[in-house]
């Protein structure tokens, strides 16, 4: 079984452009969670979707967006890069929204912005 | 709000050395508690998980137990090997709340 496939695996930008990242869940699984990973931050929430609605929304600008397909892929966007946004983006699945629920992460898209 | 604190790293230990991570957490109700770990070049994988009072969670040689008295869910392995050395991230989730993580702590460990 295939496991969380995220793309690209690297991104170049430059201030001010936009970016779209994008999430392939795990076979059958409903659910997908974005995170932010930094090394002074740690993880952060940025947002999840289940059955194509976001239900939970982590405290990032509204320059931060997502959606989810009815294939249960996803895609991230960031418009308006800041070079404060060079992170690794890390996207999970679950079967279910629960919360106590095993997420399965994907590699991530390290991100630079220069 | 909900927060997860751990100690800073990172954590360096020889071989066969015992570890202990240390991790608290606040939360106004009854969360579920988990220890990831990420080996590098990698997205996080689930090591162990309790989800109530005095569960031990427990997954290749690694331990941990919720305790609601002191808040807190320490990861612990008795024998560690170099292949254990990653980032190790505790979690909690609550009600409707995707997990909450904390800041990590690197584990290095030499022969």
């Known amino acids: 079984k295939a496991g969380v496939t995220q793309t690209p695996r690297y991104l170049i930008k430059t201030r001010g452009q936009q970016v779209t990242l994008s999430c392939s869940p795990i076979s059958g699984h409903r659910s997908v969670s974005w995170y932010q990973q930094t090394p002074g931050q740690g993880l952060q929430f940025l947002f999840e979707?289940?059955?194509?609605?976001?239900?939970n929304k982590g405290n990032f600008p509204g320059r931060f967006s997502g959606r989810q397909f009815s294939n249960s892929r996803s895609e991230m966007n960031v418009s308006t890069l800041e070079l404060g946004d060079s992170a690794l983006y890390l996207c999970a699945s679950s079967l279910t929204a629960a919360t106590n629920e095993k997420l399965f992460f994907g590699s991530g898209t390290q991100l630079s912005v220069l | 709000g909900n927060s997860v604190t751990q100690m800073e790293g990172p954590v360096t230990l020889s071989e066969e050395a015992f570890l202990t991570i240390n991790c608290t957490y606040t939360a106004t109700g009854y969360p579920s508690l988990f220890w990831y770990v990420q080996y590098p070049g990698e997205g996080l994988q689930l090591l162990l998980k309790a989800t109530k009072a005095d569960d031990k969670g427990s997954n290749k040689g690694f331990e941990a137990t919720y305790r609601k008295e002191t808040t807190s869910f320490h990861l612990e392995k008795g024998s560690v090997q170099v292949s254990d050395s990653a980032v190790y991230f505790c979690a909690l989730s609550e009600n409707t709340d995707k997990l909450i993580f904390g800041t990590g702590t690197r584990l290095q460990v030499f022969p």
């Open positions: 979707y289940f059955s194509e609605t976001q239900r």
